[in-house]
């Protein structure tokens, strides 16, 4: 059985594995990480570290999406 977190993900209660990077919640949710910019616990994460962050319970997460278009 794997251990999971309790986040917030943009104000939403969500669980995740214990051990995931904020690159592998991104790739959970869907999204393109090279077209999204987080925020973990009111500090902007860096894209560049998205796969080394490694997520902790509680975390609070903003994750917002860039969309393209014209």
Same mark, same amino acid.
């Not at 999971?4 to 969500?14: A, D, K, M, S, Y």
């Not at 500090?43 to 997520?55: G, H, K, M, N, Q």
């Given at each position: 059985?794997?251990?999971?977190?309790?986040?917030?993900?943009?104000?939403?209660?969500?669980? #995740? $594995?214990?051990?995931?990077?904020? !690159? *592998?919640?991104?790739?959970?949710? /869907?999204?393109?990480?090279?077209? =999204?910019?987080?925020?973990?616990?009111?500090? #902007? $994460?860096?894209?560049?570290?998205? !796969? *080394?962050?490694?997520?902790?319970? /509680?975390?609070?997460?903003?994750? =917002?999406?860039?969309?393209?278009?014209?």
């Amino acid at each position: 059985m794997t251990d999971e977190l309790l986040l917030t993900v943009n104000g939403e209660p969500r669980r #995740i $594995a214990s051990g995931a990077s904020i !690159a *592998d919640l991104v790739a959970d949710l /869907g999204l393109d990480p090279k077209k =999204v910019a987080v925020e973990r616990n009111a500090e #902007i $994460a860096p894209r560049s570290t998205l !796969a *080394d962050v490694i997520l902790a319970q /509680g975390d609070v997460l903003e994750i =917002v999406h860039f969309v393209g278009g014209g």
